[in-house]
């Protein structure tokens, strides 16, 4: 009988606990976010930007994408390693986006274009640059990654 009392007394100290603090304001689960890992250079994605990540997840790196008449070195010759490295890294979006800046939106169309996986490079592309942004802006150190 002292157990069932005991676990009675416990059930309703739970409930009480758990209704007195839905009535208290609490933080936003993405400002959490923000506050423990954005230090890192890890900020909270949408869920269109999440959409563009799992998309770019589906690279087979094929090259296909490359653009072989591009100069040696040039952003167009290298946006298999954009997707790979956009997809992989949040923190080093900084880095990447200052590898790919001379990027032109017109190649990245049609590297876009010759995916055979359909890879969104152009959104990748801007979700980098908007993401290094969003860093730049929160003066977060730079990413050793």
Request: one cysteine or more; a positive charge.
């Amino acid at each position: 009988m002292k157990g069932r009392l005991f676990a009675l007394f416990l059930l309703g100290f739970a409930l009480i606990k758990t209704l007195l603090l839905m009535l208290l304001p609490r933080r936003s689960p993405l400002r959490v976010f923000d506050e423990r890992y954005g230090v890192e250079g890890i900020l909270a994605v949408t869920a269109e930007e999440h959409a563009i990540l799992i998309g770019a997840s589906r690279c087979i790196a094929c090259g296909r994408c490359n653009d072989d008449r591009a100069p040696s070195g040039a952003p167009e010759r290298r946006v298999m390693d954009l997707v790979l490295q956009g997809v992989r890294s949040l923190p080093g979006f900084r880095r990447t986006a200052v590898e790919f800046e001379g990027l032109r939106l017109e190649a990245a169309r049609q590297a876009e274009s010759r995916c055979p996986v359909g890879v969104p490079i152009v959104a990748l592309h801007e979700l980098v640059r908007g993401h290094a942004r969003r860093q730049n802006e929160l003066g977060l150190a730079p990413s050793r990654a």
